[in-house]
């Protein structure tokens, strides 16, 4: 589970904000590439501490997760 893209303070029109949020992209993107059998949940513009700013998403996802596992 990743946010992308970022969350952004009042910085998000900011030339760093663009750069850090395509490499956020792109590592979530090699990560998938890298790891067919993964499932890469993109939760955008949650928080460092996704659990606690996308809570209800990150339990969904991995209630969903668990429910597959044999």
Do not use: T
Request: glycine fraction near 4%; charge should be negative; aromatic fraction near 6%.
């Amino acid at each position: 589970i990743i946010a992308a893209p970022p969350a952004c303070n009042p910085d998000c029109d900011k030339p760093h904000a663009a750069a850090m949020a395509a490499a956020v992209k792109a590592q979530a993107d090699a990560f998938e590439a890298g790891n067919p059998m993964a499932h890469v949940v993109r939760l955008a513009y949650a928080g460092h501490a996704i659990f606690r700013s996308n809570e209800a998403d990150v339990l969904r996802e991995m209630n969903a997760f668990l429910a597959g596992l044999p």
